[in-house]
């Protein structure tokens, strides 16, 4: 299996700050990674697929990069929506691996 | 619009099998490169992928679940059902049903159901 590590695993971040996330697979995943946000008690939802195509309907605050094994989500300013854990998926291959999540609070 | 909404027991004993179905619409699993895919997410935890279910019926299942687990489809329900056998009180988890996204080689889960809490435990 491809192994997707997330870090940091959790921060404490101000509503205008620039969060960075990272996500980094076991192996070469060219462009095969999707990133999710999941609410408490909410299903995840899609934010960015294929490492950087922002799906319809996220806002543009968001951003995805990196090809290969390192790869970055960007929120360039949190709004209070943002707080929330966040998840990275690749899909190289058919036995699907998603990241350990990354939570969002407010500082 | 696609929905999909899961539907099963809430409580199982350990060693039974689990038996959930996705009820979909907005789409149909006869139309080419279409799938369905099974997630779950133990309290607390991260999220796992266990199957998915292509249009023209082929499958693919985690690796590591592979023995345990049976996806299958009912088109004319608009319905993907999953099995698990062997229940374990580790298996404790919200299981969710995914439409699953494609652009070139390229896939993801969008939308999802909203989940279904399922607890083993004798």
């Known amino acids: 299996d491809i192994q997707m590590t997330q870090s940091p695993s959790s921060l404490s971040v101000s509503i205008g700050d620039r969060v960075t996330i990272t996500c980094r697979a076991s192996q070469s995943i060219s462009t095969y990674l999707n990133w999710y946000l999941q609410k408490p008690g909410k299903a995840p939802k899609l934010l960015i697929y294929?490492?950087?195509r922002l799906q319809s309907g996220v806002p543009s605050r968001f951003s995805g990069s990196g090809s290969g094994t390192d790869f970055t989500l960007t929120i360039s300013s949190l709004q209070p929506e943002d707080f929330a854990t966040y998840y990275c998926?690749?899909?190289?291959?058919?036995?699907?691996?998603f990241g350990g999540g990354t939570t969002v609070e407010i500082k | 619009q696609i929905t999909l909404k899961e539907s099963g027991p809430t409580l199982v004993k350990p060693t039974q099998t689990l038996t959930l179905t996705c009820t979909f619409s907005g789409f149909s699993l006869t139309t080419d490169r279409v799938s369905v895919g099974w997630i779950r997410q133990p309290p607390g935890k991260a999220l796992e992928w266990l199957a998915l279910i292509h249009w023209n019926d082929d499958k693919h299942y985690s690796p590591s679940l592979k023995n345990r687990l049976t996806i299958t489809k009912d088109t004319s329900e608009n319905q993907v059902v999953l099995t698990m056998t062997n229940m374990d009180p580790v298996d404790t988890a919200t299981y969710y049903c995914?439409?699953?996204?494609?652009?070139?080689?390229?896939?993801?889960?969008?939308?999802w159901g909203q989940g279904t809490l399922v607890t083993v435990s004798s």
């Open positions: 998926q690749q899909n190289y291959n058919m036995a699907l691996t």
């Open positions: 294929a490492a950087s």
């Open positions: 995914a439409h699953r996204g494609i652009y070139s080689n390229y896939v993801w889960f969008d939308p």
